[in-house]
């Protein structure tokens, strides 16, 4: 069942070596939120597909061809630019401090070049992450389960800088998936992700749609595929930028024809001008989601995961050691549809 959703590439130490070398010299030169980044994460793309043999690029194929949902990268190099062991702190440093750590942002070009490898490139929202490229997932604001000295319970919200469980979901925008809709780009093809720091080897899970939809009949599709739901405000969203959206689908065909997901269990709703029909099957659908097949990935600094956003859902428990540290970037495939604000570096109207 694993190999039926997920594409798997084991780095030789000559690709790792190159992905390491690549990282370093986008992250000297500013990181992903630099001029001439995406170039250079593309041209290093190229010189490690290069390096691949004939299995691994079926592999990428396979992704990129969304027969998969998951790719996962492993045997990446896992010291720090000066070839010292990745230990983690005595304690999580700032925000502010680790945004500029060098570490993290040679870990996000490398994330940048990985999505190159499966025609995607790296680009922020203007709604989100206050237009940068690259998010630091880790529990800045409280909720996990050793309590922060800082922390305030009215700080603790439903985001990726919280430490409180969060539930299957797919990443706003949730608007549409494929096309620009009223105004909004689509939702983000795809989420990579990579650690800086993982002590415990909290897992970060993968729950493919496939598994889920088998178990609906047409009808009940058809009824995800309606403009009957409601969805509440990203606290991820910019202090004053974006909003909650109103009569949207579940299920949506793109626009090549493909069928894909945009959901988050705890912010979608059946509206009150829903059918029954449809609040029953929304129901179920949250039911078969708990009894879904999950894939648990122990994310460290020689892992990395390309997680395709509209045919798989992801979800994390609460956070055990607040240590904890991933390296996030969003990816869009090549041949979407968006509203383009600025090229270079890339940034979307969400």
């Not at 648990?296 to 020689?302: F, R």
Request: aromatic share 8%; net charge neutral.
């Amino acid at each position: 069942m694993v190999t039926k959703f997920k594409s798997n590439i084991h780095f030789s130490c000559e690709i790792a070596e190159l992905l390491q070398k690549e990282a370093v010299q986008i992250a000297i030169g500013g990181g992903v939120q630099a001029i001439g980044s995406r170039e250079k994460a593309k041209n290093a793309a190229r010189k490690i597909i290069g390096l691949l043999d004939s299995s691994q690029k079926e592999e990428i194929q396979r992704f990129i061809n969304r027969d998969t949902c998951l790719m996962v990268f492993t045997g990446l190099y896992d010291r720090n630019i000066d070839g010292s062991k990745t230990a983690p702190p005595d304690e999580l440093p700032s925000l502010k401090e680790l945004e500029t750590d060098l570490e993290c942002i040679k870990l996000g070009a490398s994330n940048q070049i990985l999505l190159e490898m499966v025609n995607q490139f790296a680009f922020a929202y203007d709604i989100d992450n206050y237009g940068k490229i690259m998010r630091l997932v880790g529990n800045f604001k409280g909720g996990g389960v050793n309590k922060l000295s800082t922390e305030k319970a009215e700080n603790v919200d439903k985001s990726s800088h919280s430490g409180i469980a969060l539930s299957a979901h797919t990443e706003a925008p949730y608007h549409c998936i494929s096309t620009v809709e009223a105004g909004h780009s689509p939702a983000p093809s795809s989420l990579i992700l990579t650690a800086r720091w993982n002590p415990l080897s909290e897992p970060t899970t993968v729950i493919p749609i496939s598994s889920i939809l088998n178990k609906l009949n047409f009808e009940e599709v058809l009824a995800l595929s309606t403009r009957n739901f409601d969805f509440t405000r990203s606290e991820t969203f910019t202090e004053g930028k974006g909003s909650g959206g109103q009569n949207v689908s579940i299920l949506e065909v793109d626009k090549n024809g493909r069928i894909g997901m945009k959901y988050n269990s705890y912010r979608f709703t059946a509206n009150d001008k829903a059918p029954e029909f449809v609040k029953k099957t929304l129901e179920k659908f949250n039911e078969l989601i708990q009894e879904a097949y999950q894939d648990k990935i122990d994310l460290q600094p020689s892992v990395s995961i390309i997680i395709n956003n509209t045919l798989a859902l992801h979800c994390r428990d609460i956070i055990q050691d607040n240590r904890r540290l991933l390296v996030r970037l969003f990816g869009y495939r090549n041949d979407i549809d968006y509203i383009s604000l600025q090229n270079d570096p890339p940034l979307v109207k969400g």
